[in-house]
């Protein structure tokens, strides 16, 4: 019974995180703001090659490398294909990042991983159908449209959005401390059978690699490396557990959870070192 109130809350905790913090993010920006960092044509071309040939490359060598169960092996190669996290411009809020290249970023990459994941999945594993609309619809309705609807009321009303955008930017804050804390106490058991079959390891290796390697593409300005950085390691895990659900048993998504907490445990303090330099960098 504690378990399935838990679980509602956790659920509750995603939608009114992702929901509240794409609507205040369209509240304090302007389209041109978004569109503005995404006509460097250089450093879209890298972030689509970080994102969506490198990431996965290395999920892949990483299944090589690291005996891991077939349900684990599945989901760092489900989790490798999907991008665009709505996570993004809260770890780019901390690392003192450029904002509205991380909302730009985000949305590029999950219009991207929409129309990738569903030729690519099948190719990386074999066997496995994906509809794209399902994906597509889930990040829409939970992403896309919360942010159309800030911006618009930005545009034609900027009193009432600047009224408005501290209290859902804090809402989004309080669910996402809710969520981080209800995904350790639901998956800790899980947490601690993964560590006997290196799934945990296999986790922390891959996020690892693929925050410095969208870090070093992101070019020489730091609010846009570590926005590249952490976008690049942020996976989109709305879209994997889409995926999931339709094709995989209850250990991959079980994986994909873990994987999920034990990414913000990683990302949220990361995002705060790069913020503190950051901060260095510009009082120098």
Request: glycine share 10%; hydrophobic share 60%.
């Amino acid at each position: 019974m504690m378990t399935e109130i838990m679980e509602t809350l956790a659920m509750l905790s995603v939608l009114v995180f992702v929901i509240g913090s794409m609507f205040s993010m369209g509240l304090s920006l302007k389209m041109k703001q978004i569109i503005e960092p995404l006509r460097n044509a250089r450093l879209v071309i890298l972030a689509l090659v970080a994102n969506f040939i490198l990431v996965p490359a290395i999920a892949y060598i990483v299944t090589l490398v690291i005996p891991l169960d077939e349900s684990v092996r599945i989901g760092l190669i489900l989790l490798s294909t999907a991008a665009g996290a709505p996570f993004l411009p809260k770890l780019a809020e901390a690392a003192k990042g450029n904002l509205a290249f991380s909302v730009g970023l985000m949305v590029l990459l999950m219009v991207v991983t929409i129309i990738y994941l569903p030729i690519v999945l099948p190719l990386l594993l074999g066997g496995v159908e994906v509809n794209p609309w399902d994906i597509a619809r889930s990040l829409i309705v939970m992403m896309l449209i919360p942010l159309a609807i800030g911006l618009f009321i930005n545009t034609r009303y900027s009193e009432a959005a600047a009224k408005m955008q501290p209290t859902f930017g804090q809402a989004s804050n309080i669910a996402l401390l809710a969520l981080a804390v209800l995904g350790l106490v639901l998956n800790f058991s899980s947490m601690i059978g993964l560590v006997g079959s290196l799934g945990i390891l296999a986790g922390i290796i891959f996020i690892v690699i693929s925050l410095v390697v969208g870090y070093l593409l992101g070019g020489s300005d730091g609010g846009i490396k570590s926005v590249m950085g952490l976008g690049t390691a942020q996976r989109n895990i709305s879209a994997a557990l889409v995926v999931a659900g339709q094709n995989f048993g209850a250990d991959v998504i079980t994986y994909l959870m873990v994987i999920a907490v034990i990414g913000l445990v990683i990302l949220m303090p990361a995002a705060g070192e790069l913020g503190k330099r950051m901060a260095k960098e510009s009082g120098s």
